[in-house]
Structure formats: structure tokens, C-alpha cells
């Protein structure tokens, strides 16, 4: 596995998570960017869209958007995959107690 490999299953980990404990278990693109910055991750808000667009792809997010402002939220197989609870190839599997 490539390092961006690893960069792109870490930060859609990172997604799942940040939306499993926002507050009605959405968030917004530039808030999901804002977010993986305080964790490491650096990436431009297409980066964003785009990881959110492949996780929606997956099951694991719905999508909307309103205006120029996408608004993710996150689907019970995403939440599972989040905890651990489910494994799915694109997405990094937490470790105990992440």
C-alpha cells in the first residue's frame, strides 16, 4: 500500500468518526475540513467533497447540498464501520480505544 493509500483510508476513518459524534450525526464539508486539519490531515476542500462522494458510493454517508455547501451525514453501515464493527476496504480499521 501506498503512503497516499494509507492518507486516504486514515482520513475517511477520520470522517466516519467526526460524524458519529456530531450532533445529528452530520456535518459540513468546510467543518469536516477544519476537523481533519486538527488531526493531521491538510487537504483541500475538493479532497473533502471527493472522500465524501466515495463514501457515500459505499453506503456509508448521505449527501445534500444546499447551495454551495455540501452536508454529510452519516448511515447505521457507516457508524459500524467507524467502531470497528464492520471493515471495508478503503477505509482504515480503528484500533481499540480510537
Given at each position: 500500500?501506498?503512503?497516499?493509500d494509507?492518507?486516504a ?10 460524524l ?30 471527493s ?5 457515500e458510493?459505499q ?21 459500524d464501520?467507524?467502531?470497528g ?10 484500533r481499540?480505544?480510537?
Amino acid at each position: 500500500m501506498s503512503y497516499s493509500d494509507f492518507l486516504a483510508q486514515d482520513r475517511r476513518l477520520r470522517i466516519l468518526q467526526l460524524l458519529a459524534r456530531s450532533p445529528g450525526y452530520a456535518s459540513n464539508a468546510v467543518l469536516i475540513g477544519t476537523a481533519l486539519e486538527a488531526v493531521g490531515h491538510s487537504v483541500s476542500s475538493d479532497t473533502v467533497v471527493s472522500d465524501l462522494a466515495w463514501l457515500e458510493e459505499q453506503g456509508l454517508v448521505r449527501r445534500r447540498a444546499n447551495a454551495d455547501v455540501v452536508v454529510a451525514s452519516i448511515t447505521p453501515r457507516g457508524a459500524d464501520v467507524a467502531q470497528g464493527k464492520a471493515e471495508l476496504p478503503g477505509v482504515r480499521r480503528p484500533r481499540p480505544g480510537e
